[in-house]
């Protein structure tokens, strides 16, 4: 059989390249011997018959009120994906979007669509850098490069993990992300996939589980993630974390 992973809106949410997460989870999966494909939704006339996973990236803010609109059409499916534990991956806006709702600076609300509790909540500045976190469930550290106007509130009960450095959700939270059941949101790009293969493998594993398949990381995925270390070794650094404190 086929995995089929959805990139939703990627004209639309792709500022950061983070639409590429499902590319990611497409090759892997060849290279694990899996046949898989990457099917662009950018509406519910789009949707294929079957999903296995699925990636929302980031926009602008121009694009909010245009990309809500889409995903409203595909609220139902959202939802039902979320219930029946197909892994989902929004960053970012992306992210936002899932919430209760984004406020913005000029006072007025975007009503999310309520997949992910929380809210977005302006910033008094812009923050942009280099974002690590120590994850639960077994993932280590995750790294990436945050950039956002807004914290995220109201998910304090269940983040992604702990910022090591970098600001994530803000207010004072100490946390990154937002993770209820198989649904992420975070605020880390990269494309966040391609620099924490770990995330990428258990999106893949859950992906299989559920396709009644069996998931493990090819030889070739074995030679890139060493390049993916290398990037995240001198990340680490930076930040003035061990390298061997991400296992």
Excluded at 110 to 123: D, F, M, S
């Amino acid at each position: 059989m086929t995995l089929t992973i959805v990139s939703l809106l990627p004209s639309l949410q792709n500022t950061n390249g983070d639409a590429e997460n499902a590319a990611v989870l497409a090759t892997r999966a060849r290279w694990a011997g899996i046949d898989a494909r990457v099917v662009p939704v950018e509406d519910a006339a789009d949707l294929p018959d079957r999903v296995d996973a699925v990636v929302l990236g980031s926009g602008s803010d121009a694009s909010l009120e245009r990309s809500r609109q889409v995903l409203l059409g595909l609220h139902d499916e959202l939802r039902r994906w979320g219930t029946e534990g197909v892994p989902i991956l929004a960053v970012g806006t992306g992210w936002e979007l899932l919430s209760w709702g984004i406020e913005l600076a000029d006072g007025t609300t975007v009503e999310g669509l309520g997949i992910v509790a929380g809210r977005a909540v302006p910033r008094d500045a812009r923050v942009a850098g280099d974002l690590v976190v120590k994850a639960s469930g077994g993932l280590g550290l995750l790294v990436g490069f945050e950039n956002h106007a807004r914290d995220y509130v109201g998910a304090e009960a269940s983040p992604v993990g702990r910022v090591q450095a970098g600001s994530g959700n803000g207010r004072g939270s100490g946390q990154e992300g937002v993770r209820m059941g198989d649904v992420i949101g975070t605020h880390l790009h990269g494309p966040v996939l391609a620099k924490n293969p770990r995330l990428a493998d258990a999106m893949l594993s859950r992906a299989c589980e559920r396709a009644g398949l069996e998931y493990s990381p090819g030889e070739r995925a074995a030679e890139v993630d060493r390049y993916a270390d290398g990037a995240r070794t001198l990340q680490l650094r930076a930040a003035g974390i061990a390298a061997s404190a991400s296992a």
